[in-house]
């Protein structure tokens, strides 16, 4: 949690992710869920099971896309890395379901999209590590789709 709140040296951020677990990642899809759930006026089964299936499926996609492309993190290691980088997402859906009566439409935008940037920015570093300059895109392009759909999720 600490690599994606607060920016740390490479070093530092090397050492974190060699100390994965999925509980963190976890206990976050299970709070995106619930919020999101509690919240939607249709189908409350769909959306928890499909922000579930989205952040553990997109997550091995992400993983097996990377391991193709020459990166060297593991299934485990990336699943719980893009779930604590789901972390700003969690907290955006959070703080616009609790103003959502005081909040205007753009403000919704606003955080949602802060929430975006930065889950992409904590994820990148590691995602695209050890993978070839003109192959990078083609890691980082999955990721922010990843992201963009969850973030979109929250908006809808």
């Given at each position: 949690m600490?690599?994606?709140?607060?920016?740390?040296?490479?070093?530092?951020?090397?050492?974190?992710?060699?100390?994965?677990?999925?509980?963190?990642?976890?206990?976050?899809?299970?709070?995106?869920?619930?919020?999101?759930t509690?919240?939607?006026?249709?189908?409350t089964?769909?959306?928890?099971?499909?922000i579930?299936?989205?952040?553990?499926?997109?997550s091995?996609?992400?993983?097996?896309?990377?391991s193709?492309l020459?990166?060297?993190?593991?299934l485990?290691?990336c699943?719980?890395?893009?779930?604590?980088?789901?972390?700003?997402?969690?907290v955006?859906a959070?703080?616009?379901r609790?103003?959502?009566?005081?909040?205007?439409?753009?403000?919704?935008i606003?955080?949602?999209?802060?929430s975006?940037?930065w889950?992409?920015?904590?994820?990148?570093?590691?995602?695209?590590?050890?993978i070839?300059?003109r192959k990078k895109?083609?890691?980082?392009?999955?990721v922010m789709?990843?992201?963009?759909?969850l973030?979109?999720?929250i908006?809808v």
């Amino acid at each position: 949690m600490k690599i994606v709140a607060i920016p740390t040296t490479y070093e530092e951020k090397q050492k974190e992710l060699k100390q994965w677990d999925l509980w963190g990642p976890f206990i976050i899809c299970l709070i995106l869920g619930i919020v999101l759930t509690f919240t939607s006026k249709k189908a409350t089964g769909i959306v928890f099971s499909t922000i579930f299936i989205i952040m553990w499926i997109g997550s091995m996609i992400i993983t097996i896309n990377s391991s193709l492309l020459g990166g060297k993190l593991s299934l485990l290691q990336c699943i719980c890395l893009l779930g604590y980088c789901t972390f700003p997402a969690a907290v955006s859906a959070i703080l616009t379901r609790i103003l959502l009566k005081f909040l205007p439409s753009i403000g919704k935008i606003i955080i949602v999209i802060i929430s975006f940037l930065w889950s992409t920015k904590a994820s990148i570093p590691f995602i695209a590590q050890n993978i070839e300059e003109r192959k990078k895109l083609l890691v980082v392009y999955p990721v922010m789709l990843y992201f963009l759909y969850l973030n979109y999720f929250i908006l809808v």
